[in-house]
């Protein structure tokens, strides 16, 4: 798959800029990505490519999103859009508190309480799925994602079952996704109901409290053939927990509660707890390798960075934001707070450290300096050069220093290697002092030129270059509304992009061809008239007698029907008019002969005799058939 750090900057669909990722996995990467449209941010599931071409998964993949972006609960992911732009992928809402998957990472162990609250939400929210007709079947804790209030949204509704129907496999031997948390069904290849996602939350919840999968081993088949013959094993550290796990975690489907059932039996657990402390939220983590904004406009100020945010700083452009959000800044924060306590309880044990900027530096008391080393040692600076900016963090994360990060750019480097670090690796320096590391932040980003469309491949050109732009790969695609051989399109979006970056156009064909009715014979002239039409062609209208079809029916269409014409072309439809008998006007005189044989569509040439006598015969014989509008011959004696 496309590195992430690669990413950043492309703008999907023409609308969600891609600012930083935030996860990957085998079959998809995960975005932070600003919506600008709404201008709001987003989080983006950007599929891997090998999905792009396969047509059963587009499907699939559309409908699941479809029908996720209906559910609207409190407890479940807002999907908000979904589209293509070469690879499949998903829009939904970004939340800010991480994910349960996070948490355990971190080592945090939830308490009964907290994930009583957690199994109740969760089952909140997967019934509401339920009734709608959706099974999640990938329940686990990297798909429970909270707001910074603490709230639970379930994640990658409808997702696991096209990945599923494109036979998604994990790594042999592995213990991955919906293996680890699968329910006896889904291990055996039966069908599944809401009761698997059910099972899969038990396990969730049991991991939560305890640190452990039960039933989990080496590998992929022995985890799955282990539970399809035993009950979940709940311990006795799940207390008042643990008979609604127990219950979760039964063998048969059927004897499981369904969501609604299991919410219940979790909010009667609730109410013999103590209401739960506030979870140990980890955060959105925003992966460090390239968390860098694209440039904004340099002639608007720089947006208020966020609390505790390290800031990219530049003279010639405005700041941008930390690259490295997550672990470090947090460490970051929680060390200037301890440092904090420490100086303020330094303060009372050995008085008052007094700096004299005008005289020079002067340290009052022997006995401050000492306590200063003690609470603040002094640590190796390691070497970063030729590091990048997600190894910082590995680095010196735990060193206690004060990293500040400095933006500059350099061409022929990676965006987000180190270029310089100060102090020097192998220098000695303090917890709480400064660490500066000058990182790369990457190539200069120009603005899109507006003015590509409705012109020629040439004029896009040279407008592309006086941007310091080129024109990239040219592709053709039909449009009703564009004039042929003139740009229809840039199917990129891109409003900024790198110096001298390659721009894709789409030229138009001008109107797709029409293709004459393949059916137009023998249905009604009207039926077809108001197809063709439909198809922005012209209709010509040709009577033709026959015996054989029904009157006002299509005989046959030119061009034949199937073939492809032009937009705007003639099309000539031959109809069916019914033949005419001549009748029997023997016996009558020419003027009564005449008046019936012109009320059945024919016509008197002549008559040949004395016009005063009666008709004895007509030229065509009475009882033969000829087309509308034939002449009669009217013989008297």
Wanted: no cysteine; aromatic share 4%; hydrophobic share 45%.
């Amino acid at each position: 798959m496309t590195r992430m750090n690669d990413q950043i900057g492309r703008v999907l669909a023409g609308r969600y800029r891609l600012l930083a990722p935030i996860g990957a996995g085998a079959s998809a990467q995960v975005f932070l990505a600003e919506d600008t449209r709404l201008r709001r941010r987003v989080a983006i599931k950007l599929l891997h490519e090998s999905y792009a071409d396969d047509a059963a998964f587009i499907r699939r993949f559309r409908s699941e999103a479809q029908t996720a972006a209906g559910l609207n609960h409190p407890n479940l992911l807002a999907v908000y859009d979904w589209g293509e732009d070469d690879v499949p992928f998903l829009v939904t809402e970004f939340i800010g508190g991480g994910s349960l998957r996070a948490m355990l990472d971190q080592g945090r162990r939830l308490s009964v309480a907290q994930a009583t609250l957690i199994g109740l939400e969760a089952a909140r929210g997967l019934d509401h799925a339920h009734r709608q007709g959706l099974v999640h079947r990938d329940l686990k804790p990297a798909n429970l994602l909270f707001g910074d209030d603490g709230r639970l949204r379930i994640a990658d509704f409808g997702l696991a079952r096209a990945l599923a129907d494109a036979a998604v496999t994990e790594p042999s031997g592995a213990v991955l996704g919906t293996a680890r948390y699968a329910s006896p069904e889904q291990a055996q290849g039966r069908p599944l109901t809401g009761r698997s996602d059910v099972y899969s939350l038990a396990l969730v919840l049991i991991e939560a409290v305890t640190g452990h999968v039960p039933f989990s081993v080496d590998t992929t088949i022995g985890t799955l053939m282990a539970r399809v013959s035993e009950p979940i094993p709940v311990s006795s550290r799940l207390e008042v927990l643990a008979p609604v796990l127990e219950a979760a975690g039964r063998v048969q489907p059927e004897d499981r509660p369904d969501a609604a059932e299991l919410s219940g039996l979790f909010l009667r657990a609730t109410e013999q707890l103590d209401p739960p402390a506030p979870l140990p939220l980890a955060g959105a983590i925003v992966l460090p390798d390239a968390a860098v904004e694209v440039d904004r406009d340099p002639t608007m100020l720089p947006e208020p960075a966020e609390a505790g945010a390290t800031v990219f700083t530049e003279a010639e452009g405005p700041a941008v934001a930390d690259p490295m959000p997550g672990r470090l800044a947090r460490r970051r924060h929680r060390k200037a707070a301890t440092r904090a306590a420490r100086e303020e309880a330094g303060g009372r044990r050995r008085g008052r450290i007094v700096v004299l900027t005008v005289v020079g530096l002067l340290l009052v008391a022997a006995g401050a300096v000492a306590a200063y080393l003690a609470v603040f040692p002094e640590h190796e600076v390691p070497e970063l050069a030729d590091q990048s900016i997600s190894d910082i963090d590995a680095l010196v994360g735990d060193l206690g220093f004060d990293v500040q990060l400095v933006g500059e750019r350099r061409t022929g480097v990676p965006a987000g290697a180190v270029l310089d670090q100060d102090p020097d690796a192998g220098e000695m320096l303090r917890e709480g002092q400064a660490l500066t590391v000058t990182v790369n932040r990457g190539p200069e980003f120009v603005a899109v030129p507006a003015d590509l469309t409705n012109v020629t491949v040439d004029q896009a050109r040279a407008t592309l270059e006086a941007a310091n732009l080129r024109v990239g790969f040219v592709s053709e695609k039909y449009n009703e509304l564009v004039v042929a051989g003139t740009v229809q399109s840039v199917p990129s979006g891109f409003e900024q992009i790198p110096r001298n970056s390659a721009v894709d156009l789409v030229v138009s064909l001008g109107p797709r061809p029409r293709t004459v009715p393949a059916d137009a014979v023998g249905r009604p002239f009207d039926e077809v008239a108001a197809e063709l039409g439909d198809l922005s062609l012209e209709v010509i209208r040709v009577d033709e007698p026959t015996l054989d079809q029904a009157e006002g029916t299509v005989t046959r269409i030119e061009p034949g029907p199937g073939t492809t014409v032009p937009r705007d072309s003639t099309v000539t439809v031959y109809v069916a008019v019914a033949q005419v008998e001549v009748p029997d006007v023997t016996g009558q005189d020419p003027i009564s002969a005449t008046e019936a044989l012109e009320a059945l569509g024919l016509t008197v040439s002549r008559v040949q005799g004395p016009p005063n006598r009666d008709v004895m015969a007509t030229d065509p014989a009475a009882g033969t058939l000829v087309d509308p509008g034939s002449s009669v011959v009217l013989i008297t004696r």
